[in-house]
């Protein structure tokens, strides 16, 4: 936990108070980075990386070693994909412009991925960010529903805008909520079936809007990551949204559906994290892998929240939808469908989950493994006292960084291990991996032993 | 100003209602972007335009006819620029990563960024767009000053996220201004000396402060532009910010100037805006040229205002500083540099200002011409009763749209031509806008006459 407060509530950050510690080569880049872009940046790890290049699911350092890439989304259909980057180069070639020129690539991408989702969500918007996404889709939410009140979970994270910060709680104690703002513990699948989950959810979300209208604040919108992710990454039980939008609906707000870590196939058995609950929320927000890392976000939305809003708020994102970006994003549609990701995702995630889950379970310092697709979470817990165990995850990670395998941790308490690599990892991949991670397991001593 | 209302407040936007006036495809093309984008999305003139591919300083049409362009300040050192194409291409092909893994390429950009900064802005932080750089702005400024107020000029535009849009007067009346906001009307240079228009301006700032605490706000920063784009383009006199930071510290805010327009050798005389005003400010903003196209914005700040933020306050930003985007940031630096774009801004810029003036100010509609470089203003007003005339400055704008030149109008009233091309601009492309101007201004019929 001290690591912790030492970097400010993020987790498997890098502490410079032990720049000592590093090689004298890394130390010098450390330092470099520190005197330019000042104490706000931080790298991850006990014991940073630096990479000169990287392809498929690997990451070169600069004296060519390999690190399994068991970690970043963004690069979602593999690092520096040959589609992508011929989209990327030839679009950059022939044009790049904003949306106040027509251009077909625009409107064609658009269209295209307007029909990934249902029918309802009709209309699709631009920007560059997950956070701009967020901070549009909380624009659009308050103005057509004129009223302020959001409601979060506990340990949510959906951005850095100013916006989109104060409805960040995983920021920590120095990013204030709104006062508008409100949270609810997440789900807590714990010994309940699935219909008890949604509908302890949902209960939770109807107090939340009483005790806000109690201080006269009107609400707008629930907005959740469709996989908890910062929450400590809580998919199951599937469905166990359904009472939690009925709950949103029936207090007058909308449902946000932050996608940006669910989505695009990432759970492997729907294109979008919201489906897997059977819901259709009025409001999806997308970004990360969208681009597999040129900048692009956007949200889809119910046309009818955009009528008035569309026709009085001047948005124009001057790189929102840049052809770049947009051709980029395209490719990423194409590699998905072509290469079969989301079944990849389904299959082999499905694998890696057993795998890991065969490697853990007998671990005294394990207490749930559990994921959907290309991204499972490994907990960790004191097998004496049941508290999380922030130290037993941040030394699997750390240690799997010396064999060269990426991953890092998440959650409230930091005890969850994001194990969440491109989509298109192999069982060749999951071999790899579990070969390390067993090491890592296997020379940790469990507290009490 | 009807057509001003009727698109909330954008100048030069295209009317929806029109639509039947247009050729068939272009229709059919409006229309599947209205029906998939929704009612935000406006393409520019009456007669909008669609681009298949461009090139240094022209865009071209799918039937190949060839545009001028004397408008985009984001394709700063021309469309698909070959060098920062290559770069692009060889970074995304190799790596694109965020900057939680250190890679000298971030490393070695920052330093060089920096470098063009006085020293007193020792940091910079980087983001996407210029709205989520000054997203990050206010909220460094906030933090390191503990106040919330911020005063802005009265036709201010300062970017789309909801920080952002509340301090972004211009946006139009259906965008309130956050209650922590207070505005000044800016410089107004007529018939005054340089150091008079000056401390006029600090005087109003004077007055804003107090007022701003005799309501309960404490003042955390200033914020402008330092061309004073959407106020109308106000590049003159040199130095008047001089006695505005001067009130601003007096009364212990943050000076921000806002680079996004006049950053990157627009003004032809210095890299950056306020430069020209022989002032240093606290907190500078940069976006749409910083990378040519591609989504890279950024702050440069005095790194003791980054002490405690960046100790307390995670900010990352996954696609901020990402490696392509950085690569095209780098290879505009050299073109910069190599093509001595800021001594063509420069001569050329005074060459287009002059003979602009030469061609205009005989004209009755006439009012003004000014600017700084390659950025050019021409306010039109009605001849019998001084009024602004938003009418004449469109006409122009969309005549010369059909003559193939891109132009754009700005200022409260919309009434100023905005003439702000590529930097690569020569004088034979001077000559090629002069035909065209000249000829839409003989066109035109000044009212009364």
């Known amino acids: 936990m001290t690591r912790e407060t030492s970097t400010s509530s993020m987790v498997n950050g890098f502490d410079v108070s032990t720049i000592g510690e590093l090689e004298p080569d890394l130390r010098q880049h450390v330092e470099r980075r520190r005197s330019v872009l000042g104490p706000g940046y931080r790298l991850l790890y006990r014991h940073p990386v630096r990479f000169a290049r990287a392809e498929g699911v690997y990451l070169y350092d600069h004296d060519g070693h390999a690190y399994l890439d068991a970690y970043n989304n963004v690069p979602s259909v593999g ?30 991408y658009a269209e295209r991925l307007v029909a990934t989702f249902p029918p309802e969500l009709g209309n699709v918007m631009f920007a560059c960010t997950g956070s701009e996404a967020v901070d549009l889709a909380l624009r659009v939410a308050r103005f057509a529903t004129g009223a302020p009140g959001v409601i979060v979970t506990s340990n949510a994270y959906h951005g850095i805008t100013a916006a989109a910060a104060e409805i960040s709680p995983s920021l920590g ?12 513990a997440p789900p807590s699948p714990d010994g309940q079936t ?44 599937a469905g166990l949204l359904g009472p939690v939008i009925e709950a949103v609906h029936e207090a007058g707000g909308l449902y946000i559906a932050d996608e940006v870590q ?31 890392g040129m900048p692009i976000a956007g949200i889809a939305v119910r046309p009818e929240l955009l009528a008035e809003f569309g026709q009085k ?35 082999v995630g499905a694998a890696l989950r057993e795998a890991v889950a065969q490697a853990s379970l007998g671990h005294p310092g394990v207490r749930d493994v559990r994921g959907a697709g290309l991204y499972v979470a490994v907990e960790f817990a004191d097998p004496a006292t049941g508290e999380p165990d922030a130290q037993a995850a941040l030394g699997v990670v750390n240690d799997l960084r010396e064999r060269r395998v990426l991953i890092s941790a998440t959650g409230p308490h930091g005890n969850v291990l994001k194990i969440r690599p491109p989509l298109p990892f192999t069982t060749a991949h999951v071999d790899q991996f579990m070969d390390a991670y067993a090491g890592s397991l296997a020379g940790r001593t469990p507290p009490g032993e």
Chains 1, 2 share one sequence.
């Open 313 to 347: 708020i001047r948005y124009f994102n001057t790189f929102g939808g840049n052809s770049v970006c947009v051709a980029a994003a395209a490719a990423v549609l194409d590699v998905i469908e072509d290469e079969g990701l989301m079944e990849n995702s389904r299959v």
């Open 173 to 184: 104690p120095d990013v204030p909520l709104g006062p508008q703002v409100w949270t609810v």
């Open 79 to 108: 690092h520096c994909h040959p589609r992508v980057v011929q989209a990327i180069s030839q679009q950059a070639a022939a044009l790049n412009v904003h949306t106040r020129y027509g251009t077909d690539l625009l409107l064609e």
């Open 194 to 237: 699935g219909a008890a989950v949604g509908q302890a959810l949902a209960a939770r979300v109807r107090r939340a809007v009483a005790d806000m209208n109690r201080h006269g604040v009107r609400f707008a919108a629930f907005i959740a990551d469709s996989l908890f992710s910062s929450d400590g990454i809580i998919p199951e039980p």
């Open 262 to 292: 669910p989505g695009f196939a990432r759970t492997g058995d729907a294109m979008w994290g919201f489906q897997r609950h059977g819901i259709t929320p009025d409001l999806a927000v997308m970004g990360k892998p969208m681009g597999n």
